[in-house]
């Protein structure tokens, strides 16, 4: 199979560090961004579902013919103009962030193909699914 998947040390540390602090957006200087990555294995999955509730943007990656989650895709989420940038790497299969009620515009990256999304969440949570060929495909 054509996904890229985590080393056993890479989903533990990424299960140690289940919820991480960003750089703020310009827009909102001195306020960190939470948000949570996941979803590799059956613990995380459940911690990620647990906690969905907290964040107003829920994606989630996964490749076009099998469904299969895939991991290593690169997040930029946008506000408006001069509104500032986030910048997320190595996000998947399950990636939350706690977003302030807005429109955002994000961009996602995987296998060097990008996808651009508007996302309104100015009066409740967005869900986001992305797919992207295998690899074997592109």
Known sequence: ?????????????????????????????????????????????????????QYR????FAETRSGAYITGVSVV??????????????CGPLFYVA????VYHVTATYGGLSQSRVVD????ARELVLYWPAASES
């Open 1 to 53: 199979m054509a996904m890229k998947t985590c080393s056993r040390a890479a989903a533990t540390a990424a299960l140690c560090v289940a919820f991480c602090i960003a750089p703020p957006l310009a827009a909102h200087a001195g306020q960190a961004v939470p948000f949570q990555n996941g979803g590799i294995g059956d613990e995380s999955r459940q911690e990620m579902a647990a906690a969905r509730h």
């Open 57 to 60: 943007l829920r994606m989630s």
């Open 121 to 124: 969440v100015r009066h409740g």
């Open 77 to 90: 989420i946008e506000r408006g103009q001069n509104g500032g940038q986030l910048r997320f790497e190595d």
């Open 99 to 102: 977003m302030e009620p807005g």
